[in-house]
């Protein structure tokens, strides 16, 4: 089963490109960098799917597991574990894994096969 939130405003728009000059837009929200970093690092330690990502994300909070941040540090920089915030938790998680996967694919790109005719 998956959270599917009704409707969310979009992460990040593609870079805009004016005269041959391309902009990258800044993250959307502030601490959106540091709060990608915490759920990349917890996506990373078990490459799980929604929820059992939210399970790792709170372990990792309870013991303080990245860089001392428990519960209250992480609000601070944009990771919320109440319920009115999983819609953006979650938008972060598909971003992260989407990341991710994309990433994997390009370190290991698939391979050709070529069947040589059976001799004979």
């Known amino acids: 089963m998956s959270f599917q939130p009704a ?3 979009p992460l990040f728009s593609p ?3 004016v005269e041959g000059v391309t902009a990258v837009p800044a993250p959307a929200q502030a601490g959106e960098e540091e709060a990608l970093e915490f759920v990349r690092f917890c996506y990373r330690r078990r490459r799980v799917g929604w ?3 939210y399970d790792e994300m709170s372990a990792v909070a309870a013991r303080g597991a990245f860089h001392g941040l428990g519960y209250a540090e992480l609000a601070e ?3 919320s574990f109440c319920l ?3 819609p953006r938790l979650v938008a ?3 971003r992260v894994a989407r990341e991710e996967q994309a990433l994997a694919e390009a370190a290991n790109p ?3 096969l070529r069947l ?3 001799g004979g």
Do not use: T
Request: glycine letters at 8%; proline letters at 17%.
């Open 7 to 9: 409707s969310r405003a």
């Open 51 to 53: 929820p059992a990502l």
């Open 84 to 86: 009115g915030d999983l």
């Open 110 to 112: 698939p391979v050709s």
């Open 116 to 118: 040589a005719p059976a």
């Open 77 to 79: 920089r944009g990771i």
């Open 92 to 94: 972060l998680a598909e």
């Open 15 to 17: 870079p805009v490109s």
